[in-house]
């Protein structure tokens, strides 16, 4: 009978495996919210069996929080002092505080004035003070005195009268019974009492205390909870109980009921006495000062929120300026609505039993609400109003409050980081630390706190972002509610993990020395990837690169460690158009580094696929002929029908399906894109962009394209061609190939080296055919193929003669038993030069 949570699950399972081969016996599990005899009867009475889904989620937790412990907290020992640790939770916890006293000191005061007013009527006589509420309708910006002044000598020439009254009513619902957060949030508040003592108090009350005769008594339910729920029977005792003591308007038609938050354990109750007729003053005897302070807490807040809400009236009284009647009052420049309000209580409902907050008045007080009377008098609509005194007061907005105890648990609770059973050991471990200190009662940042806490964010800002240890905590929920595998779960976490750790463990600051060479083999002409935003914030490559060159040039100033890794994570993107960087890398010791950022790249690429996200560059590449109206008809070649359009929009599917195009169709829509240039906008940009470059025969110069236009010309006159050749699988057909060449020239004006060599010795078969063949040949500066000339060079792969060969490029060297030695280079040993030179 262990606790019914995660962990009470958990030593319960260890039990039963430690006992089950030392017997034969059928184990069961028995679990309650409350130590009393009735509970604990019913529980036996109602054996279940061991959650092994709560099991697992224990199990994952606890090796979650040991992979990080063990594996982070050494690189604090080594980087920052020792004795130091980093925690799952705990760390970013630590990222709460800290980022709180940042924005505490980097808070600029912004200077506003109030102008409060003293009317008084005459019929019926009465004071009332006010604030000014409207100025042309709108709430008040009043920045400086000067205007503050001249504001105030306006309204002292002013009449004034009443313009509204109004009374509204409203219900205030009871607030909902503690769960472990609450309580420790009104604990701190109201009692002064920090949140590991509001724990340790709560676990006494539960456990039991001697009430005289009969053994201990379990006092409040069990109270690590996040579930608002309440058991019938407790429910039922409780509308009894209220009924009887304060009679039947307390008792509300209906139960209360609560919604709790998302991960909430609905099996579990919220925390509340154990017996509602056991009220604070008949245990004053048998508790000590503390322990009766927090269960009088605990009992008037369930009973509270088992009764009626509290009826009032919000009544409003506004007073409006108007143009003064002496000779010397000029008309008003600005509409002036001074109010007044106040609350009053027709029926007080819970209020009679509880009416605190969870969080005291100092964080929760608003300093520009309007002043709020007790009671305001009766007056109409209409009735003038003397002006009796008009005050201004110089203000300063005010920074955020330090975290308090309370407050941290409450903004923890609401970033979803940690869970009920681990408020209080957190914010208990980095005070124990020396993280965080107190000062009055407020959570403040050591300096280790700081420098602990940035080394982390710096060095690991994904694992100790406050949303991905939210989403953790929510996959734990998903594993215990037998929805997702614990093993698939660690796993998934440790793939990531594992890359945060080590390539950026290794990685470090960088001074300007070292990075130079980095920041230097982006070349000018880069086509850079175009900004992206993300959230708030956007992250553009060009502006990043000049910014860490001009650091690094200009202010001679070193990279701090996140400018580093973000300069390697980019090279690691960019690495197919940067030709020095394995080079680079090896002479500055950063091949694995660089290795390590491309796997994680390609991962997040891949899970980007599996999980249905089209890639934004390739899905802006394939939108690029959006604009295309006019598509080639398509063309048969062979068996095979080639469809640009149709070819185009299935690609364009599949990417926005979330599946990543192959290198080949990736380079097949660049070449798609090359063919409709002339209908597309900005094509020159949209080149650079997606690094379109021009292909073999767009490089032609013009008197290779000339040549190439009079082959293909001389072909337009041969009318019989030789027949197909089948080789193998495939079909080589003249003129097909013929047909191809000229659409694929008139279309894109250009060609291949490989077709304008087939092109080449295709000629000659029809010469015959072409009038004045020879000479044309001659004329578009077409030689003959030579023979290769022989060299007295022996190849040293083979042994046999190297020869000189001639291709567009120039004159190379390859071995003369082409192709069973494929031996070529561009430079011979010893200068040897050709047979007959």
Request: some cysteine; proline content about 6%.
């Amino acid at each position: 009978a262990t606790d019914p949570d995660r962990e009470g699950e958990a030593i319960a399972w260890h039990l039963r495996e430690a006992m089950k081969s030392a017997t034969k016996g059928t184990f069961h599990r028995v679990a309650f919210h409350e130590i009393t005899p009735r509970a604990i009867q019913e529980a036996f009475e109602n054996p279940g069996e061991i959650a092994e889904d709560r099991v697992d989620a224990q199990q994952a937790r606890r090796v979650l929080d040991r992979l990080v412990g063990y594996q982070v907290s050494p690189m604090l020992w080594r980087e920052v002092a020792r004795g130091t640790s980093a925690g799952r939770v705990q760390s970013v916890t630590l990222r709460l505080v800290c980022e709180r006293e940042r924005e505490i000191l980097g808070f600029e005061p912004q200077e506003y004035w109030n102008l409060d007013a003293l009317f008084e009527t005459r019929d019926p006589k009465a004071s009332l003070k006010t604030r000014l509420a409207l100025l042309d309708g709108k709430k008040p910006n009043i920045p400086n005195g000067e205007k503050a002044e001249a504001i105030t000598g306006e309204l002292e020439t002013a009449d004034y009268q009443v313009s509204k009254v109004a009374s509204k009513p409203r219900r205030q619902r009871a607030a909902p019974p503690f769960i472990t957060s609450t309580l420790q949030q009104a604990a701190s508040s109201n009692l002064r009492i920090g949140t590991s003592q509001t724990m340790r108090i709560a676990q006494q009350l539960y456990e039991g205390i001697e009430l005289g005769g009969g053994g201990p008594v379990g006092l409040i339910t069990y109270m690590r909870t996040d579930s608002f729920n309440i058991s019938k029977e407790a429910q039922g005792q409780a509308r009894d109980f209220i009924g009887a003591t304060y009679g039947p308007d307390y008792v509300p038609a209906k139960p209360n009921a609560y919604r709790a938050g998302k991960s909430a354990q609905e099996a579990h109750e919220a925390i509340r006495p154990t017996d509602v007729t056991r009220t604070p003053d008949s245990l004053a005897r048998q508790l000590d000062a503390r322990q009766l302070k927090l269960y009088r807490l605990i009992w008037q807040r369930f009973v509270a929120s088992q009764m009626a809400p509290a009826k009032q009236l919000d009544h409003v009284i506004e007073i409006e300026a108007l143009r003064g009647q002496a000779l010397a009052a000029l008309p008003l420049t600005h509409k002036y609505i001074f109010r007044a309000s106040a609350r009053e209580t027709l029926f007080a409902g819970y209020q009679v039993v509880y009416n605190i907050s969870d969080v005291g008045k100092e964080d929760s007080a608003d300093p520009n609400a309007p002043q709020t009377a007790k009671r305001l008098p009766p007056l109409k609509v209409g009735l003038p109003c003397d002006l009796c005194e008009l005050t201004r007061e110089q203000c300063f907005t005010q920074p955020p409050k330090r975290f308090s105890e309370a407050t941290l648990v409450r903004a923890m609770e609401a970033n979803g980081v940690g869970r009920p059973s681990t408020y209080a050991a957190t914010v208990n471990m980095i005070q124990t630390r020396e993280y965080v200190n107190k000062d009055k009662g407020r959570l403040v940042p050591s300096p280790l706190g700081f420098k602990v806490n940035d080394f982390l964010v710096d060095r690991m800002p994904e694992l100790f972002d406050v949303g991905f240890t939210a989403s953790m905590e929510e996959r734990l929920d998903q594993v215990e509610e037998g929805k997702a595998n614990w093993t698939e779960m660690l796993q998934d976490f440790y793939d990531h993990f594992r890359q945060w750790v080590s390539a950026r463990d290794r990685v470090g600051t960088a001074k300007g020395e070292t990075a130079l060479p980095v920041l230097q083999l982006f070349p000018e002409d880069l086509a850079w990837e175009p900004p992206v935003t993300r959230g708030r914030r956007t992250y553009d490559d060009a502006k990043f690169h000049a910014s860490l060159l001009a650091q690094v040039t200009e202010k001679q100033k070193d990279l701090s460690e996140r400018q580093w890794k973000a300069l390697l994570a980019m090279a690691a993107r960019y690495a197919d158009r940067l030709p020095g960087l394995a080079a680079c890398a090896e002479e500055l010791g950063l091949t694995d580094a660089i290795a390590e950022f491309q796997t994680a790249q390609a991962e997040q690429a891949r899970q980007q696929a599996e999980a249905g996200e089209a890639d934004p560059e390739q899905l802006a590449l394939v939108k690029v002929l959006d604009v295309v109206a006019e598509w080639a008809e398509p063309a048969k070649r062979g068996k095979r029908t080639y469809d640009d359009k149709k070819f185009r929009d299935s690609l364009l599917s599949q990417v926005e399906g979330g599946k990543a195009l192959s290198p080949a169709q990736t380079n097949a829509m660049k070449r798609l894109a090359l063919k409709y240039r002339e209908q597309i906008p900005g094509f020159d940009e949209l080149a650079k962009r997606f690094e379109i470059e021009a292909t073999a025969g767009e490089s032609l110069s013009d008197e290779e394209r000339e040549a190439v236009t009079g082959m293909l010309a001389m072909l337009e006159g041969v009318e019989k061609w030789a027949e197909p050749v089948k080789r193998g699988k495939r079909t080589f057909d003249d003129h097909e190939f013929a047909d191809s060449l000229r659409d694929q020239f008139r279309a894109k004006k250009s060609l291949s080296p490989r077709q304008i060599a087939a092109l080449r010795r295709m000629l000659p078969k029809y010469a015959e055919q072409i009038p004045g063949f020879a000479e044309k040949f001659a004329k578009l500066g077409i030689q003959p193929k030579t023979a290769p000339k022989k060299l007295d060079v022996a190849c040293p792969e083979c042994g046999e003669p190297m020869v000189e060969r001639q291709s567009r490029r120039g004159v190379f060297y390859g071995c003369s038993k082409y192709p069973k030695c494929k031996h070529t280079t561009n430079e011979l040993p010893g200068g040897a030069k050709a047979e007959g030179a």
